[in-house]
């Protein structure tokens, strides 16, 4: 589509391939290298430009949008921007998701005559940022003739869409208007490229003999699982298997909760109780997508002590082999043709599953705690919620939600940038606005990227925002405690006012003891016209409990697997009774004993 009759430009181009791929909607942050290069987007009628409050944002914004809708773009002006827009940039890269991060870059003709322009280094030498671009995208290219635009432009997209990674296209801005060819058909830059048949037959082969003679498989499924779309592929596998299927922290949601055969999330000594025990019964463990970092295996402590079969996104990996060029989805929906039923795995987590905690509801005039936060939230998470769970101790406390099908869960756990959550849900938000989204967060992260609320009210987006004000980096604090985890309090309720100035509908609320949080997300659920803004103000030691101490565990028995994983009685209780004592109610370790095995720090709370 050209924005002036007759003529094609390089623009249109881009603009063109944006929509072809699926895109509706583009993030960007004006700045003077780039305005041409708005202008032509901005044409196309299938886009739409959502504007945002800073280039660190605008990326976040751009990766929570590629969760929703399979790839993204932003747009942002020569270093100051783009420089800021590769931290989120390397968010998408780190969590798989296909960001098309484009920069506006100076005149070819000044950078020719080797003038000294104003948005650089001060050096006469343009290419560091390329440079800098290269280090956290698959393709980064530069367009230095009109001419090799469609080639370029082509071999980044497809690059980003073919590897679920972030690619970098950088426009100067006196070639943005210059005359272009048109595009092909978008399968240029879509098409996948499919499993070489011979791998797959031999790597369904080494399969076979991994399972032969196995009684007890189980399947782990890991966050790279839905980044290549093989959900549907790995419920057919688990169907025909009929073993137990877990899911690591970062993969929450994305096997179904309320399917027969799930048994819960796998984190090691932050694992729910049975599905630690199982996965350390199991004799084989196909594991789908999974990620093992320091943080998905609770400083690895919690890496399965068996063989693994490894299927990756275009690989899979046995003891002693290798095979390329499988796609993930068609390895798992070829395997589920060949494998055998057992179903032991499901009979034994049916045999050492606790049963269900009854949670204790807080009286109206109670103050507000971790706790009854989370019991609250639970009923708002239905088939038609998104959670955004921020970096930090959200992440204990989203691990024990249930996610009733249909319902979505988001995590950054790779990248583990303070305030994503923020400009993610709303990015995620621009493209599902009928959903409703809710965002988990403390107030360190939220001080990081709280302008972003104000492009929540500019859209009318019905975002529930739920601020954890505990006063303080809490999380580093469980780490490693020091003087530079305090910071400044904010009103935080009163921000929205600002936001909203004279025209805007966002809504907010303090909640300081059970009654006043039921009250708001009251308010919350009836408002449709923008965010609500929830302060929940709890005591800053009311963090995920050690029940490391409670149950008097050491770093030096956690192994493969806890003695509290192992199904054994502590200190001479049951399995029942340290489901009942534990503090989030559900046979799970929290924050502080997660934070001592990464560590090995302990320390003592704060005096009240």
């Not at 599905?275 to 399965?304: E, R």
């Not at 269900?356 to 509801?361: A, D, F, I, S, W």
């Not at 583990?416 to 107030?443: E, L, M, N, Q």
């Amino acid at each position: 589509m050209s924005s002036t009759p007759g003529k094609f430009t390089v623009g249109d181009y881009l603009a063109e391939r944006l929509a072809q791929v699926g895109i509706r909607h583009h993030f960007v942050v004006p700045g003077d290298y780039n305005l041409i290069l708005l202008d032509k987007l901005q044409a196309h009628p299938d886009l739409k430009e959502i504007g945002c409050a800073n280039e660190l944002n605008c990326s976040m914004a751009a990766e929570g949008y590629a969760r929703a809708n399979g790839v993204s773009a932003c747009v942002v002006t020569y270093s100051v921007g783009a420089i800021s827009a590769l931290n989120g940039t390397g968010s998408a890269y780190a969590e798989n998701l296909p960001l098309i991060l484009i920069s506006g870059s100076p005149n070819t003709n000044d950078a020719g005559q080797f003038h000294l322009l104003h948005h650089t280094l001060g050096k006469l030498d343009y290419k560091y940022q390329l440079e800098m671009a290269e280090k956290v995208t698959c393709c980064a290219v530069a367009v230095n003739r009109a001419e090799e635009a469609p080639r370029l432009i082509d071999r980044a997209i497809r690059a980003a869409i073919l590897s679920r990674k972030p690619c970098y296209i950088e426009i100067p801005t006196n070639l943005s208007g210059a005359t272009c060819v048109r595009p092909g058909p978008s399968s240029a830059v879509t098409e996948p490229v499919i499993s070489d048949q011979g791998a797959l037959a031999a790597a369904s082969d080494c399969a076979a003999e991994y399972l032969r003679g196995k009684l007890k498989p189980l399947i782990l499924v890991g966050p790279k699982l839905s980044r290549c779309g093989a959900d549907k592929a790995l419920v057919k596998l688990a169907e025909a298997m009929g073993c137990a299927v877990a899911v690591q922290p970062a993969a929450k949601g994305m096997f179904p909760e309320d399917h027969p055969q799930f048994v819960g999330v796998f984190w090691g000594q932050v694992s729910t109780l049975a599905a630690d025990a199982i996965l350390n019964w199991a004799d084989a463990i196909i594991c789908a997508g999974c990620v093992f970092n320091d943080y998905s295996t609770v400083g690895w402590t919690a890496m399965p002590n068996i063989p693994l079969m490894k299927c990756d996104m275009d690989h899979v990996t046995f003891p002693g082999n290798h095979f390329s060029r499988v796609r993930l989805s068609e390895f798992l929906d070829h395997l589920s043709t060949e494998v055998q039923f057992n179903d032991s795995t499901m009979v034994e987590y049916k045999r050492l599953r606790p049963d269900p905690y009854v949670v204790h509801e807080a009286a109206d005039d109670e103050d507000l705690t971790r706790k009854e936060i989370q019991r609250q939230l639970q009923p708002l998470v239905t088939p038609n919620t998104t959670l955004f769970i921020e970096t930090g101790d959200s992440w204990f406390n989203g691990t024990q939600l249930n996610l009733p099908k249909g319902a979505g869960y988001e995590i950054e756990m790779q990248w583990g940038h303070i305030g994503w959550s923020v400009p993610a849900s709303f990015g995620y938000a621009v493209r599902h606005p009928d959903r409703r989204t809710i965002c988990v967060c403390g107030d360190g992260s939220f001080q990081v990227t709280a302008q972003e609320v104000s492009q929540m009210v500019r859209f009318n987006l019905p975002i529930t925002i739920l601020l954890i004000n505990n006063r303080g980096y809490t999380i580093e604090v469980e780490i490693h405690d020091g003087s530079y985890n305090k910071i400044k309090n904010w009103n935080y309720a009163l921000l929205m006012q600002a936001f909203n100035s004279t025209d805007g509908n966002g809504i907010s609320f303090v909640a300081n003891t059970a009654g006043e949080l039921k009250e708001a997300i009251a308010a919350a659920n009836n408002h449709k016209a923008g965010p609500a803004l929830i302060e929940c103000t709890i005591h800053q030691d009311d963090c995920s409990l050690d029940p490391g101490r409670l149950l008097g565990e050491s770093k030096s028995n956690t192994g493969g697997g806890s003695r509290l994983a192992a199904g054994d009685g502590l200190n001479g209780l049951t399995k029942q009774d340290i489901v009942e004592k534990v503090y989030d109610g559900k046979g799970s370790l929290g924050g502080y004993a997660f934070c001592s095995l990464i560590t090995g720090i302990r320390r003592e709370p704060h005096a009240h």
